[in-house]
């Protein structure tokens, strides 16, 4: 088997996960069996409906453009439409890692006590970085990890939370969201990434947040999730979980 880009030593040892970056593989050693990541098992209910409405209303405005500016629409005209949608999904997705990864530097320099360098980079990746940097210096924010992988032995799935820290004297999971709006299920994912670290760890939270940073425009608000509906949050996650694996099992599914 082709060399790990990563391998991830937890629970002081007991568990090694091996991280494959090209098929975004995450394997557990001794079972040699790639694990369900919290992204993935919340992937099969991810909001078709919404991202086709997006596809369509791409296409439509473009179609129509042409026709009142006095052109007429071409067979090209309407592949190209149809086509759009992967363009701006690409470009967006771009857009947003390239937002996670400025913010991962500069939470590493300030746990290794290092200066910050902010080099240039594109506007939009810009404008979502210095909103996140507003809002730190804005609150009282001392940081505790950032990429951090966890697993969870009980469930037997794996994720990547963005943030652990203390906010405003409050120990807080923190998900980073560059998408243009927030999904029903993105609190069951921090809730499953809480129960994962906290199985592990054994350590407490206080509050469960999602910065939103829009791609476009740099616009930032800090959604508050807090604790009371987390043990909700989590039995939906864990539902959504064993329907995962079930595809899996019926090879519905690849990973």
Not at 182 to 190: E, G, I, N, V
Not at 230 to 250: C, M
Request: proline share 2%; with cysteine; aromatic share 10%.
């Amino acid at each position: 088997m082709k060399t790990p880009d990563k391998t991830y030593s937890l629970y002081k040892g007991k568990v090694v996960i091996d991280f494959f970056e090209g098929r975004h593989w995450y394997i557990r050693r001794d079972t040699g069996k790639v694990l369900t990541s919290v992204t993935g098992a919340l992937g099969i209910i991810a909001s078709a409906d919404i991202l086709m409405a997006w596809a369509t209303k791409l296409a439509k405005n473009h179609l129509i453009e042409i026709i009142e500016s006095g052109g007429m629409v071409l067979v090209d005209d309407v592949y190209k439409a149809c086509g759009l949608y992967r363009a701006k999904r690409d470009e967006a997705g771009d857009i947003g890692t390239a937002v996670h990864a400025m913010i991962e530097s500069y939470i590493k320099s300030k746990l290794e006590k290092k200066p910050f360098k902010f080099g240039n980079v594109p506007e939009k990746v810009g404008y979502g970085f210095i909103a996140f940097k507003e809002w730190v210096e804005k609150n009282k924010v001392k940081f505790e990890a950032t990429e951090q992988i966890v697993y969870s032995l009980k469930y037997n799935y794996v994720g990547t939370l963005d943030i652990r820290a203390v906010v405003n004297g409050k120990r807080t999971l923190i998900d980073i969201k560059t998408s243009n709006y927030l999904s029903d299920t993105m609190p069951w994912q921090t809730s499953a990434y809480l129960e994962a670290d906290r199985e592990e760890s054994g350590r407490e939270y206080d509050d469960r947040m999602i910065l939103h940073i829009k791609k476009d425009t740099g616009d930032f608000e800090a959604v508050h999730l807090g604790m009371e509906n987390h043990k909700k949050d989590f039995k939906a996650f864990v539902g959504v979980l064993a329907a995962k694996n079930r595809l899996k099992e019926k090879g519905g599914v690849k990973k």
